[in-house]
């Protein structure tokens, strides 16, 4: 019998950050991403996680980080259970470390979207079953994992590209600049003044990264010649009071046709979604023929059965 308040699992390993996984292991996890896919469109079932129950914990609402992860734990045979902060009260009406423990006995893992990325930390560490980042303020994984996937899946060179992420230093740009600890594409980060990425992250980068980071104020010099054009949303998830001032701060950072035409012919021109046209981006980039955008939502299903895979199989 288990010792009181000890889990009888093995601590198992959690994703919150893409440097959780070793450059090796991301390569691995694009082949098998690929593969799934392909057998999806082929028709072929999955079992591989029968049995298994991942539960999603959400604070902040989603499409796609909701509509990938419940499809996906089903398409591979398992299910889930869906937890809002109303009913647990993380950190409030019960501590994250009871939060963790209690559902290291009931389920196989937890995909957590919250705000304070400390909370996935705390509750991945006082958890014994893998906890998946599915966003927190300061960092996106899964979303960098599914573009990664995507560029691969185009042809580019993940060694060899060069990325212009412009707009805001968010999240989605704090993972991308982790990937380069991975990778040595080239990634060029063009950022309003007051806007730039975490210093933490830009830190570690510094230390680890196979290439180095470049910090732009032009974004036409920022899209020169690249193979990625990326932007997302200028006021994320719990700014919106923010969003009239940042229209006026980042005005001049919108990805539009001109920006377009100084990347390479062949760039791809991604965007995590959900988009505001007109805004960070044109409708006629968006919609137009070097975008890859729904490219990268379908891969958020793919990427991310290919982690829980690697997590709970």
Known sequence: MAQSGKNPRAKTRSFLSMRDLTRSEIQE????????????????????????????????????TRVSFDVGMHQLGGTTIYLTDQEIGVGQREPVSDVGKVLSRYVDGI???????????????????????????????????????????????????????????????????????????TLRVCVPEGHEPSPEIMKIAEKESRQDVEMFRDPLEAAREADVLYTDVWASMGQEKEA???????????????????????????????????????????????????????NRLHAQKAILLKLLA
């Open 29 to 64: 996890l694009f082949i098998l991403a690929g593969k799934k896919k392909r057998e999806l469109k082929e028709g072929k079932t999955s079992i591989d996680l029968s049995g298994k129950v991942l539960a999603l914990v959400f604070h902040k609402p989603s499409l796609r």
């Open 244 to 298: 009239a001032k940042k229209k006026r701060e980042f005005a001049g950072f919108t990805i539009d046709s001109r920006v377009v035409a100084a990347a390479k012919p062949d760039c791809l021109v991604m965007h995590c979604l959900p988009a505001h046209r007109g805004e960070e981006i044109t409708a006629e980039v968006i919609d137009g023929p070097r975008s890859v955008v729904f490219d990268e939502a379908e």
């Open 111 to 185: 995909m957590i979207r919250t705000f304070d990325h400390a909370i996935a930390v705390e509750l991945a560490r006082e958890s014994s079953i893998p906890v998946i980042n599915g966003l927190t303020d300061l960092l996106h994984p899964c979303q960098v994992m599914a573009d990664l996937f995507t560029a691969f899946e185009k042809g580019k060179d993940l060694d060899s590209m060069t990325v212009a992420f412009i707009g805001d230093g968010n999240n989605v740009c704090n993972a991308w600049i982790e990937a380069t600890t991975r990778f040595r594409f």
